[in-house]
């Protein structure tokens, strides 16, 4: 992507957060990002988890780098950081989005196809951050029917498979270091269902130390239309915030 095509390199004003309760209801158009790639994050949210948990030329890994996001700010950040994904749709994505250049983005971004639950490819302990924002199981599916594509399973298998991406995470990361996860909730029959909870549990389980709980405040629930309707109709409300979790490798 030319240089000559980017309007702003950096955020505008950008301060670091300093609550457990974050918003950005200007989600964020700075250097390649852009919002489609359905339920990608804010880069606002790798760039404050980048800043406070990372330095530069440390070894960073997403390895549910889906749109890219994580990956750009990483090169901008100027820390090196491994992509992985198993859709190559959204490989060819990431390619497209961090080819840029620009004379203070000096990150390394190294993209690999692969699944999160097999990181074979990556040495034990040889990671200083993951950040990374999983499916939220089958809510969006982001292949037909990619083997392996976490996004294509129901809850309960989405749940079990997750403690297999939790041990690699373990393994992979440096002692003391951090692991960052923002994940969401869903609704069934009317009730919500935590599964955001599930995954923090299942992470707890395998070692990892709660560090930080965020709650990220959405902005595309709008109770309008036909959401506005049938909440009312069967009485229930949108749900309007995901979770960041923040662990950390302490054993």
């Known amino acids: 992507m030319s240089e000559k095509k980017i309007r702003k390199w950096e955020p505008e004003n950008f301060e670091l957060e300093m609550t457990t309760h974050w918003s950005f209801p200007q989600r964020g158009n700075w250097a390649t990002h852009d919002a489609k790639w359905r339920g990608n994050w804010s880069p606002y949210i790798p760039r404050n988890i980048?800043?406070?948990?990372?330095?530069?030329?440390?070894?960073?890994l997403d390895q549910f780098a889906g749109g890219g996001t994580t990956l750009v700010e990483a090169k901008l950040l100027n820390r090196n950081i491994i992509g992985v994904d198993i859709n190559d749709t959204a490989l060819e994505r990431c390619k497209e989005k961090t080819s840029f250049k620009h004379e203070s983005a000096n990150g390394k971004v190294y993209i690999k196809k692969g699944d999160?639950?097999?990181?074979?490819?990556?040495?034990?302990?040889?990671?200083?951050?993951?950040?990374?924002?999983?499916?939220?199981?089958?809510?969006?599916?982001?292949?037909?029917n990619t083997e392996g594509d976490l996004s294509l399973l129901k809850i309960k298998d989405f749940l079990l498979e997750m403690e297999s991406v939790a041990k690699e995470c373990y393994r992979v990361l440096k002692k003391d270091k951090f692991c960052a996860i923002l994940m969401g909730?869903?609704?069934?029959?009317?009730?919500?269902?935590?599964m955001s909870f599930?995954?923090?549990?299942?992470?707890?389980?395998?070692?990892?130390?709660?560090?930080?709980?965020?709650?990220?405040?959405?902005?595309?629930?709008?109770?309008?239309?036909?959401?506005?309707?049938?909440?009312?109709?069967?009485?229930?409300?949108?749900?309007a915030h995901e979770y960041l979790f923040v662990f950390k490798k302490t054993k």
């Not at 980048?50 to 960073?60: A, H």
């Not at 999160?116 to 292949?143: E, G, K, M, Q, V």
């Open 185 to 194: 909730d869903t609704r069934q029959k009317g009730c919500i269902i935590p």
């Open 116 to 144: 999160a639950r097999h990181l074979d490819f990556i040495n034990d302990t040889s990671i200083d951050l993951i950040c990374t924002h999983p499916p939220y199981a089958n809510i969006i599916n982001y292949s037909d």
């Open 198 to 239: 599930d995954v923090m549990k299942i992470f707890q389980d395998v070692g990892f130390t709660l560090k930080e709980l965020i709650i990220k405040e959405q902005h595309n629930c709008k109770a309008t239309g036909y959401w506005k309707t049938n909440s009312i109709k069967y009485n229930f409300l949108l749900i």
């Open 50 to 60: 980048l800043l406070r948990y990372s330095n530069e030329c440390d070894l960073v």
